[in-house]
């Protein structure tokens, strides 16, 4: 087979035949995506208990087929031969081509058992973690993180040698990133929000949330979800709701969304903003541009401006005062009695009050970035070497006592909350914090652009600032990476100055610093 | 490339990694299976309106991915190879290699230009049909159905060039039949049926339905069809139901069976006997042996087997005089008001009414293997070249009239009812009518047994069928074929007698004929 292959490449090439060959590609690889997204964002919300093992083994290896395919030594060589005919190729099928390029280079290298191992071992912790969590015993947890992050590091070193394996998986998540970028970004978050939050925290002025205290009927809830979905904007005929604990978002094609939220009857809030954080997830997938379907372009570029779209519509929409009019208006439209009485600025003080707590999930906007925090230097210091999984209970209350004021009382609560770690997916937590100052930097050039953005979320319809971000970020897919997007959508690079002058004008004014 | 090939199924072979060459193809094929399985299922279902096209190409490609991995010619040397080591192979690998060799012959001969096209056009057909049907337009459905048996004839000689293209297509939906065996088959029903129905259409005793006619609220028809699935013996961990106008079953795995049902608010036994039909396929699959898992085998083994179990479960059982007493507990729990009321044997009655129609999927028990039996005697004219499409109507109103006494009022109520002509499913209509034969066949066979099939009915308790069927049909998934099933389950060869000796029976009673 060697030989047929090498007679190959040195005959000469037929580009024509070489892009039927991407395009073919391109299908085979979009069909597993789209399976595995069918299987895996429906199956966890519809699937009866007994099917979870058999969903598990498809998708494993429908995986292991993506995998094979894009690895096959004969799509490395078809890349390069078209990559040298850029005239012929095109700027969008050029696009795929890098984009491919790099998802290949991220898994060529390592060995198949390595992958395999690894895949087994993260099944098996993600296994051990639930049941560690339920039963706050860290210790059955504990080996198991170190395991992780040693098969993490053997697999960076083959990914890329000459790097170091926590920049490996930095870039992974976020491309183009590395710890010199996250250290520069943290330390800027930390010198503005610590300070912030415990000024703040010892204020005189604090907003209530009594106003929105209460019991709200469920199902009510739902049919609320759908009109703040139509608020923001989402195509609703290429787009299903549904209910899980942990919202997520799905994206199997711009025309196809799965969106997912949860309803709790004392917390009418979470669903609003669970709920608008997601559509942002889904605003992104549905308006890629609609060229890149089925191909390796067709979906958000990045974690990083993924979050960034999501915190937007949450945050910078949706807890805007601006937005706090249209936002009532839907609350007291479904909830006429509690909401009938509540103004708008009463909301808006409601959905902002900064509170620190041990749970990254119930994090208010300001004390968010710090549970980040915590996390990544964690996961620095596992990398390094400078500290092993014995250690990480002890950092954790250290360090959420320095940076949020907060005694960790548990591990339920504390170094056990979180999924991630047992899925080994070090390195992605720092994309959180990146997609809020993301967000931060879009909204100053849209307002340095002329947009009235308060006068816009005041009006309910945001379709100026939809329009905005199709055109800057949305419809390039995956065709520009993050910061490519951020420099031509602002003028310049990425900076954190725009996110930390962003919160510290709005906790100040509502803390009347 | 054919060098290396060549050179290694002449090499020594090598079992043992023959063996797991054959798993891995295993594993392909199932996961490729459950993706179309869940997208097929679950899409039609839940997906927003947007979602077609697309879901339409991944599941396409998904197809076409599988064909190509099963139509390799070096999986065709491995089964070559494997089935030549029957004791280290083993009896349920020997299988697979059965099964594999066979669903390989229906598709490895026949171009995929051919295939490709075939494919084209059945989509296409399907958006006429479905257009055609809503304006009662027979005309511009017309030309594709010449096209379709001109297609289907063509690729029958490529699968079998010694064999009539109409016989090719009868085995491939039921292995083992040609048109000699259904001839035999339905001129025994049409011998029974036609005069048996003629009979009932003037007695002076009709049972009447006036005891379920009613208004029943379709959100408690959902909660009874729960417990018809309960009472059934369904596994409700590993069932999904979900709604839709026309009812079906996907078994993505014995662990997961998707089936749906609806709910008319003025017909609440539509709903009951949709779910006990649909139930019955779903029983099928969820007992298929766990040791064939993922495999080729994890099926029920045939269209005419398969229907054989819904039909067991909807007539033989569901509208059984010994079974009305539990169904009408069901009923009367979730309808007390109507069904407090009536008796079991009215319920029975209700349930039997034979009333010839012009709608194959209203039909009753009796009058529905003659709807059957007009499609049937149509496609053979269609593929004898004795009749084309222009003949259609006109032969459908003769038959219809000629059988059952009606007249079809449009061809939206006759030729154009169906969609398995536009989907390219010439050849499937024989085996609905099989299945039933197959059924009352089983039936006599648990008597004979020493079962007491109407005190099973009546206890409400159904475990005795289900252990029969279990042991002698279900487990076996598709290991035997349904002719070696209903020999080795009945101790005879098929024979129609059992469903024409029940037909007249039942009915003879019913209206005292």
């Given at each position: 087979?060697?030989?047929?292959?090498?007679?190959?490449?040195t005959?000469?090439?037929?580009?024509?035949?070489?892009?039927?060959?991407?395009?073919?590609l391109?299908?085979?690889?979009?069909?597993?995506?789209?399976?595995m997204?069918?299987?895996?964002s429906?199956?966890?919300?519809?699937?009866?208990?007994?099917?979870?093992a058999?969903?598990?083994?498809?998708?494993?290896?429908?995986?292991?087929?993506?995998?094979?395919?894009?690895?096959?030594?004969?799509?490395?060589?078809?890349?390069?031969?078209?990559?040298?005919?850029?005239?012929?190729?095109g700027?969008?099928?050029?696009?795929?081509?890098?984009?491919?390029?790099?998802?290949?280079?991220?898994l060529?290298?390592?060995?198949?058992?390595?992958?395999?191992?690894?895949?087994?071992?993260?099944?098996?912790?993600n296994d051990v973690?639930?049941?560690?969590?339920?039963?706050?015993?860290?210790?059955?947890?504990?080996?198991?993180?170190?395991r992780?992050?040693?098969?993490?590091r053997?697999?960076?070193?083959?990914?890329?040698?000459?790097?170091?394996?926590?920049?490996?998986?930095l870039?992974?998540?976020?491309?183009?990133t590395?710890?010199?970028?996250?250290d520069?970004?943290?330390s800027q978050?930390?010198?503005?929000?610590?300070?912030?939050?415990?000024?703040?925290?010892?204020?005189?002025?604090?907003?209530?949330?009594?106003?929105?205290?209460?019991?709200?009927?469920?199902?009510?809830?739902?049919?609320?979800?759908?009109?703040?979905?139509?608020?923001?904007g989402?195509?609703?005929?290429?787009?299903?709701?549904?209910?899980t604990?942990?919202?997520?978002?799905?994206?199997?094609?711009?025309?196809f969304?799965?969106?997912?939220?949860?309803?709790?009857?004392?917390?009418?809030?979470?669903?609003?903003?669970?709920i608008?954080?997601?559509?942002g997830?889904?605003?992104?997938?549905q308006?890629?541009?609609?060229?890149?379907?089925?191909t390796?372009?067709s979906?958000?570029?990045?974690?990083?401006?993924?979050?960034?779209?999501?915190?937007?519509?949450?945050?910078?929409?949706?807890?805007?005062?601006?937005?706090?009019?249209?936002?009532?208006?839907?609350?007291a439209?479904?909830?006429a009695?509690?909401?009938?009485?509540?103004?708008?600025?009463?909301?808006?003080?409601?959905?902002?009050?900064?509170?620190p707590?041990?749970?990254r999930?119930?994090?208010?906007?300001?004390?968010?970035?710090?549970?980040?925090?915590?996390?990544?230097?964690?996961?620095?210091?596992?990398?390094?070497?400078?500290?092993?999984?014995?250690?990480?209970?002890?950092?954790w209350?250290?360090?959420?006592?320095d940076?949020?004021?907060?005694?960790?009382?548990?591990?339920?609560?504390?170094?056990?909350?979180?999924?991630?770690?047992?899925?080994?997916?070090?390195?992605?937590?720092?994309?959180?914090?990146l997609?809020?100052?993301?967000?931060?930097?879009?909204?100053?050039?849209?307002?340095?652009?002329?947009?009235?953005?308060?006068a816009?979320?005041?009006?309910?319809?945001?379709?100026?600032?939809?329009?905005?971000?199709?055109?800057?970020?949305?419809?390039?897919?995956?065709a520009?990476?993050s910061?490519?997007?951020?420099?031509?959508?602002?003028g310049?690079?990425?900076?954190?100055?725009y996110y930390?002058?962003?919160?510290?004008?709005?906790?100040s004014?509502?803390?009347?610093l």
């Amino acid at each position: 087979m060697a030989e047929t292959d090498l007679a190959q490449t040195t005959a000469p090439s037929n580009p024509r035949a070489d892009m039927e060959a991407l395009d073919a590609l391109e299908r085979t690889l979009f069909s597993l995506r789209y399976a595995m997204g069918e299987i895996g964002s429906l199956g966890p919300v519809i699937d009866p208990p007994k099917a979870t093992a058999q969903r598990g083994e498809a998708l494993a290896h429908l995986q292991r087929m993506s995998t094979e395919a894009l690895c096959d030594p004969k799509v490395g060589e078809l890349l390069d031969r078209l990559e040298q005919e850029p005239e012929l190729v095109g700027e969008t099928r050029l696009a795929q081509i890098k984009i491919l390029k790099r998802d290949r280079a991220s898994l060529v290298d390592v060995p198949a058992e390595e992958q395999a191992a690894f895949s087994r071992l993260t099944v098996e912790a993600n296994d051990v973690w639930r049941r560690a969590k339920a039963a706050n015993d860290w210790a059955s947890f504990e080996p198991y993180v170190d395991r992780i992050v040693d098969s993490m590091r053997r697999m960076a070193e083959y990914m890329d040698s000459e790097k170091d394996p926590y920049d490996v998986w930095l870039n992974e998540f976020e491309y183009g990133t590395d710890r010199a970028f996250y250290d520069s970004f943290f330390s800027q978050v930390k010198d503005c929000v610590v300070p912030l939050l415990a000024a703040c925290m010892t204020s005189r002025h604090r907003p209530s949330h009594a106003c929105v205290d209460g019991s709200f009927d469920t199902e009510r809830q739902w049919r609320m979800a759908d009109d703040l979905a139509r608020l923001e904007g989402l195509d609703m005929d290429a787009l299903w709701i549904g209910r899980t604990e942990h919202p997520f978002t799905a994206g199997l094609s711009r025309d196809f969304v799965v969106v997912t939220g949860h309803a709790y009857a004392d917390n009418v809030l979470s669903n609003v903003f669970s709920i608008l954080h997601e559509g942002g997830h889904a605003l992104y997938e549905q308006n890629v541009d609609a060229a890149y379907a089925g191909t390796s372009l067709s979906e958000g570029t990045s974690m990083g401006m993924h979050e960034a779209q999501s915190r937007f519509f949450e945050n910078l929409v949706g807890r805007s005062e601006a937005f706090a009019g249209p936002l009532r208006a839907v609350l007291a439209k479904h909830f006429a009695g509690q909401f009938g009485r509540v103004t708008a600025h009463q909301l808006y003080l409601a959905e902002n009050c900064a509170e620190p707590g041990p749970v990254r999930t119930e994090a208010d906007e300001l004390t968010y970035p710090l549970h980040i925090l915590v996390r990544y230097e964690i996961e620095q210091m596992l990398f390094s070497g400078e500290a092993t999984a014995s250690d990480i209970p002890r950092l954790w209350a250290d360090k959420y006592r320095d940076y949020l004021g907060v005694r960790v009382p548990d591990n339920t609560r504390g170094a056990l909350q979180d999924t991630h770690w047992s899925d080994g997916s070090f390195g992605y937590f720092p994309t959180y914090a990146l997609g809020s100052a993301f967000g931060a930097q879009l909204k100053a050039a849209m307002v340095r652009g002329g947009m009235d953005f308060n006068a816009v979320c005041a009006s309910g319809d945001l379709a100026p600032i939809r329009t905005w971000l199709r055109d800057n970020i949305w419809h390039w897919g995956r065709a520009k990476d993050s910061g490519e997007l951020i420099e031509a959508a602002c003028g310049e690079p990425f900076s954190a100055k725009y996110y930390t002058d962003y919160l510290t004008e709005k906790f100040s004014s509502l803390y009347r610093l």
